[in-house]
């Protein structure tokens, strides 16, 4: 299964601003949503933004909300999860997946992953 590429991550102070990008083929992207998820050391993957495939998006943590947004650029096969005022807490390695549901926005909705960005942000 041809899976999605992460890119964009970095080490940021906080405050400072980031976006990711998601590459996924076209038959995903334009059929199936998508979704950005996290993970810090030590701790279980959570869900923190998804898209469905006609740009709605279905899901945003409410620790973000204010400071991050999903979208997607139909051209490209991309969808960008933009991370503004970061704080450390942000600090993970961050995974885009896509999902067959359209409604999807849990971990265990998701079947294709990405290998994930590291996301580093200093105090």
């Known amino acids: 299964q041809v899976q999605p590429v992460e890119s964009g991550g970095g080490l940021v102070q906080a405050g400072d601003s980031l976006r990711l990008s998601c590459a996924a083929p076209g038959r995903a992207f334009s059929q199936h949503t998508m979704g950005w998820f996290r993970q810090a050391p030590g701790k279980e993957r959570e869900s923190v933004a998804a898209?469905?495939?006609?740009?709605?998006?279905?899901y945003l943590a409410d620790s973000v909300k204010g400071r991050f947004t999903i979208s997607k650029d139909n051209d490209k096969n991309t969808v960008f999860l933009q991370m503004n005022n970061l704080k450390p807490e942000a600090t993970a390695v961050y995974y885009c997946?896509?999902?067959?549901?359209?409604?999807?926005?849990?971990?265990?909705?998701?079947?294709?992953w990405g290998q994930g960005t590291q996301v580093t942000v200093s105090a």
């Open positions: 997946a896509w999902s067959e549901f359209g409604s999807a926005w849990r971990v265990n909705e998701f079947t294709a």
């Open positions: 898209i469905s495939w006609n740009g709605d998006i279905i």
